[in-house]
């Protein structure tokens, strides 16, 4: 017995030549309210799940002494002191990063800015985290292991 397999594309010619009369496809203008309407939904839609949050981020700064807040739009730098010596964290243009870490391996330091909700820096060596938080839900973001 052999196996027919049918495309997309042919299914869908095959209902179009069935339901259409005389092989000829009409619009009513009703048919383009509807189409309009869906765009606009799309593209609201799009734009509420996309846009960036804003206002009350904020940066957490957490280390053997303590921690400290700052907001993301801050323009701050803080030395934060640990059992090898002290992590220096920027906070400038609505970004965070390590300057500089008396740990070995530096991998905090080569991480680089982060500046989204729910992205984190940790020096695990010296006990310094650093998150930016915020109030508002957070934007999932596809990595490697996602994908």
């Known amino acids: 017995m052999k196996k027919t397999t049918l495309s997309l594309f042919t299914v869908f010619f095959i209902f179009s030549k069935k339901f259409s009369k005389n092989n000829t496809v009409s619009f009513k203008p009703l048919d383009a309210v509807v189409a309009l309407l869906s765009l606009g939904a799309v593209v609201f839609s799009s734009v509420a799940v996309y846009a960036k949050p804003h206002g009350n981020a904020q940066v957490s700064v957490r280390g053997q002494d303590g921690a ?6 801050a323009e701050d730098t803080v030395t934060v002191p640990g059992p090898l010596g002290n992590t220096v964290v920027a906070i400038h243009n609505g970004r965070v990063r390590v300057l500089s870490s008396p740990c070995g391996n530096q991998t905090c ?7 989204a909700a729910g992205q984190w820096i940790a020096c695990l060596p010296n006990n310094v985290f650093t998150v930016i938080e915020s109030g508002e839900k957070k934007r999932e973001e596809l990595d490697a292991s996602t994908w």
């Open 68 to 73: 400290w807040i700052f907001p993301l739009d």
């Open 109 to 115: 330091v080569v991480q680089g800015d982060i500046k």
